[in-house]
């Protein structure tokens, strides 16, 4: 069951006895590291909300912030990598259908989904396979549930090949007059069970996410659950029309450990105790023994507390929603879970004892040595009129389309074309560009919405690696124009029980905690995914970063497109920092074109990167823009056919001649941060945007025009390259379709694992 000698030692002590068996799989899975954070939880106290909402028992099921002074959005990000890479369909699907719980258990409609998906080389049959179920899994799920998939990203790497990661972000709004609490206050209140019944789907699915994967795992399949969206949109409706009644005084999802975790910690937060009845619990097959029933992992499940008298209000709704509801206990005084089956006590254990009592383990940590900064030699491509060079050297075009035409560089139509991204008609700017806007009804204002992550970055240095995630995407969602307004964070990691693994967790976490301090956004939630490893072959760390922007005006957001209209339009490179392109650093141009992970970090300097922040949103404000894209993977070269290819415009730029040691590449293609290009309307904006520029101590550097059907970059006199955009589009978009037909995907797992 995952316990060790010491924790089993700790319950018979608590206890005073020996456990029965649904008390000790009651214990297993609320101390599994995936329910009690008991490595995480000292590093994560880091995070300023983190510890204060711990300090005061206030941890929800998901964290908030205000929209304006009557609503509120709230929002979280969660893994469900260990499902998706034995069952990827149903894994990612339940992901999804898990993530939106904990939004509407706060009380909030669920607008938005957004997700971070990590692969192995497309190359590999077993990487399609899971590439292939998991989006259509996350699509089958979103588009059946009504909620829109609105932007994600989606990279790929040979150390995912075992461990891919799935994780899910959901967005929603709430009158904050409105937010539920999982507390399950008011002895004598009845306890509500509603949604679907209860099956043996998922049990022991929280142990499971808590140790590596290795060649058994594909019998863990039925550790994963089985989701239907159409009765979580169901649940969504009775849910939040439930919390309208006032009848429900707390409320939490049936996630993880099911049964046990909702009782356990409903209780725990309340400082009260729950009693139920197992046979009271719909079932899908009333053999099901206790141990089964409270360790089930079924979908669409929810308990709920409500005013003693007022329970008929609370079942009725959910019965004319055609769902599952029933009492099944109340709440007592004693602090105690109590579980009876036909009203023979199963198991009888403080609520604390499986929550705040968890163990909490102070890991060895050891900083391992540095990432080899530069081991193989970063060619310098020629500058050549056309992409090609008579001799067949590298040059600047073949260079950028070989960037476009590789997994990590290419369009990822073939993903988010399967999403439905504008149900619910709010979404505002659609994927493809930095952030994905929502104008939401029942407020002026509106949000941008990125996640991010950057696992190269992680690799070489996790501290400074995290800094730059947090500041991209807090970048990311004032391109849109929308000041940073909260974070949320998936913490990917490989086994933490190896000192420098943890060292790896422990870095990321202080780094993204000094970011989001030093840029005053506050951590509301987040999700710890440690284990991500097979047979020793561990992940790279991978923070990911999901950020909530709020815009004063969503209808002057723009995206990274180049408007056609605009030919003749300015272009700007606005950059945090003075210094030039310095060497090539780490990412996709030292990874396609030189087969180098190494490399140095990009330069980040947090307080030149709030400065840009504020730039950007004071230019929006004043609808200087037309388009605003930030330059990160393959850098400005890629930032800018990107913006031609979705602008379907083609642009002349020209970048200001550096000194003779300057390397080409370096400034095409190397990932230096805190950089933006901006199309403007008129040479009045530039002028306009140079003096915001001086104001924010900024650097506005006038770089070219948009118009025509080339994308040509020159430095000083001299052609960098010249390529068309028609063909451009060609090569990106074809990539990930090209790359899917390679070979026939196989049908099942079983047929992928013998390809392996």
Request: glycine share 10%.
């Amino acid at each position: 069951m995952g316990l060790n000698d010491g924790e089993y030692a700790s319950i018979l002590q608590t206890l005073g006895r020996e456990p029965t068996q649904t008390e000790l799989g009651m214990f297993a899975v609320m101390w599994s590291e995936h329910c009690g954070y008991k490595y995480s939880r000292p590093i994560l106290s880091r995070f300023r909300q983190y510890r204060e909402a711990q300090a005061a028992g206030a941890l929800e099921n998901a964290g908030h912030i205000a929209l304006d002074k009557d609503l509120g959005i709230v929002f979280k990000v969660e893994s469900h990598n260990h499902p998706s890479a034995v069952e990827p369909f149903q894994g990612a699907a339940t992901g999804v259908g898990g993530i939106l719980r904990d939004i509407f258990t706060m009380g909030a409609r669920p607008v938005a989904i957004l997700n971070s998906l990590w692969f192995g080389d497309l190359d590999d049959a077993r990487s399609r396979y899971l590439f292939e179920n998991v989006v259509a899994g996350i699509g089958h799920y979103g588009n059946c549930v009504g909620v829109p998939t609105v932007a994600g990203e989606t990279h790929f790497h040979p150390c995912y090949r075992s461990n891919p990661l799935v994780n899910a972000m959901a967005v929603g709004v709430v009158p904050l007059r409105n937010l539920a609490k999982a507390a399950a206050t008011g002895t004598g209140n009845p306890v509500i069970y509603v949604g679907s019944a209860t099956g043996r789907d998922g049990i022991h699915g929280a142990t499971f996410a808590s140790t590596e994967l290795n060649e058994g795992s594909e019998s863990r399949r039925p550790n994963v659950q089985m989701g239907d969206p159409f009765l979580e949109k169901l649940l969504i409706e009775a849910t939040l029309e439930a919390l309208a009644t006032g009848a429900i005084t707390g409320i939490q999802d049936m996630g993880a450990a099911g049964l046990t975790c909702s009782t356990s910690e409903m209780a725990a937060r309340a400082d009260v105790g729950i009693e139920i009845d197992v046979r009271l619990v719909p079932l899908r097959d009333p053999s099901m023994s206790t141990y089964e029933i409270m360790l089930s992992e079924s979908q669409e499940r929810m308990l709920c507390v409500a005013q003693r008298g007022r329970e008929r209000e609370v079942l009725s709704v959910f019965e004319r929603w055609g769902l599952h509801a029933a009492v099944i206990g109340h709440v007592t005084t004693d602090g105690v879970v109590r579980i009876l089956d036909a009203g023979a006590i199963a198991a009888e254990v403080p609520a604390k004892a499986l929550t705040d009592n968890c163990p909490v383990y102070h890991l060895e940590v050891r900083e391992r040595p540095p990432i080899e900064s530069a081991p193989r030699p970063v060619p310098e491509p020629l500058c050549a009129a056309g992409e090609n060079d008579a001799s067949g050297a590298l040059t600047c075009g073949s260079a950028l389309l070989q960037l476009l035409g590789s997994a990590n560089g290419a369009s990822k139509e073939w993903v988010h074309t399967q999403y439905d991204r504008s149900v619910q008609t709010q979404t505002v700017e659609l994927p493809g560009s930095d952030a994905a806007v929502l104008a939401l009804r029942g407020s002026e204002k509106g949000i941008a919405l990125s996640i991010d992550g950057n696992s190269r970055w992680c690799r070489t240095d996790p501290f400074i690696g995290a800094q730059l995630v947090v500041a991209e995407a807090a970048r990311n969602v004032a391109c849109a124009g929308a000041r940073p307004a909260g974070l949320t964070n998936c913490l990917n990691f490989a086994s933490p029980e190896e000192p420098a693994r943890f060292w790896e967790f422990r870095s990321a976490v202080d780094g993204i905690a000094t970011a989001a301090e030093a840029f005053g956004i506050p951590v509301v939630s987040g999700n710890v995914s440690f284990y991500n490893e097979t047979a020793g072959e561990p992940i790279w760390p991978t923070p990911v970063i999901g950020m909530v922007g709020i815009l004063a005006n969503p209808d002057r957001a723009v995206g990274a497109a180049f408007q056609r209209g605009d030919n003749g339009g300015q272009l700007a490179l606005v950059s945090a920092f003075p210094a030039g392109a310095g060497p090539v650093s780490c990412g996709e141009y030292r990874s396609v074109i030189c087969g180098d992970e190494g490399g140095p970090l990009p330069l980040i300097d947090l307080e030149a990167e709030r400065r840009l922040f504020e730039l950007l949103v004071a230019g929006h404000a004043e609808a200087l823009f037309a388009s605003c894209h930030d330059c990160s993977s393959g850098g400005l070269a890629v930032a800018l056919a990107e913006c031609c290819m979705l602008g379907r415009v083609g642009a002349a730029v020209v970048l200001r001649p550096e000194p003779a040691q300057t390397s080409v590449a370096a400034r095409l293609f190397g990932e230096n941060s805190g950089r933006v290009i901006v199309s403007l309307k008129n040479e009045a904006g530039l002028a306009r945007l140079q003096q915001l520029g001086e104001a924010h101590s900024i650097v506005v550097e006038w770089i070219g025009t948009v118009g025509g059907e080339v994308l040509r970059v020159a430095i000083g006199a001299q052609t960098a390259f010249d390529c068309a955009v028609s063909q451009m589009q060609a090569v990106w978009r074809r990539a990930i379709p090209a790359m899917m037909i390679r070979a026939q995907a196989p049908t099942s797992a079983s047929e992928c694992v013998g390809a392996r």
